[in-house]
Nanobody, 127 residues
Framework: VQLVESGGREVQAGGSLRLSCVVS????????IGWIRQAPGKGREGVSA????????YYASFVTGRFTISADNTKNTVYLQMNSLRTTDTAIYYC?????????????????????WGQGTQVTVSS
């Protein structure tokens, strides 16, 4: 099992980025994928999650309307389109997998629900 993130870089406030998470060894029929971030000096917090199999998506309130999660089953890849970036979005962004049937609006934000993790990609938003 492997999850590999990419797309993180430094960007100015108000800008956009698209993160990618390539998943191998797992099927979207069986898992849901989430994006979790960790800002400097803080704990991990869930950003968004998707179950490609049934189309369910979830967003944390602080990204709703700015970020969009999507998945391409043909590429086994999950994307996080981030628009209107703020300096407070600066963090390491991880993608992670949990059993698909476990995912719901009450748990997608919890790092403890995820079984497999990528190595993370750094997003830095400068003012």
């Amino acid at each position: 099992v492997q999850l590999v993130e990419s797309g993180g870089r430094e960007v100015q406030a108000g800008g956009s980025l698209r993160l990618s998470c390539v998943v191998s060894g797992l099927s979207f029929d069986d898992v849901a994928i989430g994006w979790i971030r960790q800002a400097p000096g803080k704990g991990r917090e869930g950003v968004s999650a998707i179950s490609e199999r049934d189309g369910s998506t979830y967003y944390a309130s602080f990204v709703t309307g700015r970020f969009t999660i999507s998945a391409d089953n043909t590429k086994n890849t999950v994307y996080l389109q981030m628009n209107s970036l703020r300096t407070t979005d600066t963090a390491i962004y991880y993608c992670a997998a949990m059993p698909r049937r476990r995912l719901n609006s009450g748990n997608f934000y919890s790092e403890y629900q995820y079984n497999y993790w990528g190595q993370g990609t750094q997003v830095t938003v400068s003012s």
